[in-house]
């Protein structure tokens, strides 16, 4: 992880620490907040909650989502990590148990300390049970679902453009399409139409656009956690707009006299958590060097 920032690093300006050097070295923070949330958690590990997106995060990003496979150090990482600290989150937009398969989380020895909180909390996996619960499902979901063949057949935007099946949620990806960032903006005016007919919101990502109820965010679901465990530290590692709630609630948190530390896997394609992070890693494989270092420092 990263070195120490100086007066001659070029990030020491913004508040971040570029990532670099041997395992276990972490980076400082170059504003006091991030600093306080880093060494809160270093000096009580068992008292803070790790809260991870999956995509972009734990995951490289890749244009089929259903092939998305997190890092292949990412769970050991977290099995090193998990037993030290009070709980690992792992807040996803995609149903708990698809992120639970798709990051081989099941059956992990030293997970038991691991939850994923999908659908932005609307569903809760514990390693410990093994077992997804979970409120009924929005009646918009499937409505908005039947009508988004025709709405991109009559928009122009069929061509390059695939509806992403999440159960509680469904979403458009624009990625494969000839101009990503054209089709995502032609899509999202009419989307939204479409959202607050059945009652719906529209979550923007990266090159996608994903319908889904109202009244839960990655935010909701993090603070609601932390305040559930009694967490005196949070640390929260995100990648897209998405993650900014997590952000937000972490902010909240600090407010509140609760240390935390907001931790930003690199991307070119959104610049907004970057710009709020009080670390920027280089994707999924810096988060996982992250928690490698956290391991070891808490060990």
């Known amino acids: 992880m990263g070195s120490h920032t100086d007066s001659t690093d070029p990030k020491a300006t913004d508040g971040h620490t570029p990532e670099g050097g041997a395992t276990g070295d972490l980076p400082t923070p170059a504003a006091r907040a991030g600093r306080e949330g880093l060494e809160a958690l270093l000096a009580r590990p068992g008292k803070a909650l ?35 600290v009070a709980a690992v989150a792992v807040v996803t937009g995609r149903p708990a148990g698809v992120a639970v398969r798709h990051g081989g989380f099941a059956g992990v020895p030293g997970l038991e300390h691991l939850v994923v909180l999908g659908h932005y909390g609307a569903e809760r996996w ?5 077992t997804v619960t979970a ?30 099946e999440k159960g509680r949620a469904v979403a458009v990806h624009t990625r494969r399409a000839g101009d990503p960032q054209a089709a995502f903006e032609a899509l999202r005016e009419p989307l939204t139409d479409l959202a607050t007919r059945h009652g719906l919101i529209v979550e923007p990502g990266r090159m ?5 109820p109202p009244g839960m965010d990655k935010g909701v679901a993090l603070m609601e956690y932390a305040r559930r465990i009694g967490a005196e530290s949070v640390l929260y590692a995100g990648d897209d707009l998405g993650d900014l709630p997590a952000y937000t609630a972490v902010d909240k948190l600090r407010d509140s006299g609760v240390p935390g530390l907001l931790v930003c896997s690199g991307s070119d394609e959104v610049t907004e958590l970057r ?25």
């Not at 514990?126 to 093994?130: E, F, S």
């Not at 996608?208 to 889904?212: D, G, K, N």
């Not at 009080?278 to 060990?299: E, F, I, Q, Y």
């Open 208 to 212: 996608v656009l994903e319908l889904r």
């Open 275 to 299: 710009d709020r992070a009080d670390v920027v890693v280089d994707g999924p494989a810096g988060v996982v060097r992250l928690l490698r270092a956290l391991a070891d420092r808490t060990g």
């Open 126 to 130: 514990d390693a410990v049970t093994g």
């Open 50 to 84: 790790i809260g991870l997106d999956f995509d972009g995060t734990l995951a490289p990003i890749v244009a089929d989502p259903e092939q998305a496979r997190a890092h292949p150090d990412a769970v050991p990482a977290l099995a090193a990590l998990a037993p030290k």
């Open 135 to 164: 409120p009924a499902p929005h009646p918009g979901v499937a409505a908005a679902r039947a009508e988004l063949p025709g709405l991109l057949d009559r928009v122009g935007a069929w061509q390059g453009t695939w509806i992403e």
